[in-house]
């Protein structure tokens, strides 16, 4: 039992190496620095680097330092977001002036006419409903008088009483 438990504790020995050799290798490199990328340069799955903290640790402190002097900056996590914010918001600046432009410019329907079309699209349903009703009434009444036809029959035909 102490054998296999020496021989986890190698290779878990080993794993580590591999990971701050290969944290080693891109700073020297000026590689982007990840979790996913280390893991995957040190030929160790990424649950080992989160099981190790001390060394997820090294990794999150590797990926925010900044660059080594002479280099340019890489690209942070936050100025991408801030990026990506200010780009929604222009977005959402030229929708409503374009809808606005739209609106201006006659092309577009008016609004009571959108309203008339959801006037005509709801009576024409009302109507499906009706005919619907309709039909089947009138077959209740062709039904009733099928019934009142064949009793009506059996009156005038029926045995004739004697006197």
């Known amino acids: 039992m102490t054998a296999m438990i020496e021989g986890r504790r190698a290779d878990s020995a080993r794993r580590r190496e591999r990971v701050l050799k290969a944290l080693d290798a891109a700073l020297r490199a000026d ?11 040190a030929r160790v799955d990424r649950t080992f680097l989160y099981r190790h903290r001390d060394l997820l640790e090294r990794v999150h ?5 900044p660059p080594a002097e002479g ?6 996590r936050a100025s991408l977001q801030a990026d990506l914010a200010n780009a929604l918001e222009r977005n959402t600046r030229l929708q ?9 410019s006659g092309l577009g329907a008016p609004v009571d006419v959108d309203q008339l ?19 089947e009434r009138t077959d209740e009444l062709d039904a009733s008088r099928a019934a009142n036809r064949e009793l009506t029959r059996a009156l005038n035909h029926g045995p004739r009483e004697t006197r």
């Not at 590689?31 to 340069?41: H, N």
């Not at 079309?117 to 039909?135: F, K, N, S, V, Y």
């Open 61 to 65: 402190a590797a990926a925010a330092a």
């Open 71 to 76: 280099r340019q900056a890489a690209v942070s």
């Open 31 to 41: 590689e982007a620095i990840t979790v996913a990328s280390l893991a995957r340069t």
């Open 96 to 104: 409503t002036l374009g809808q606005s432009a739209w609106a201006d």
């Open 117 to 135: 079309q959801r006037q005509i699209t709801r009576l024409e349903q009302q109507l499906a409903d009706a005919r619907g009703e309709l039909g």
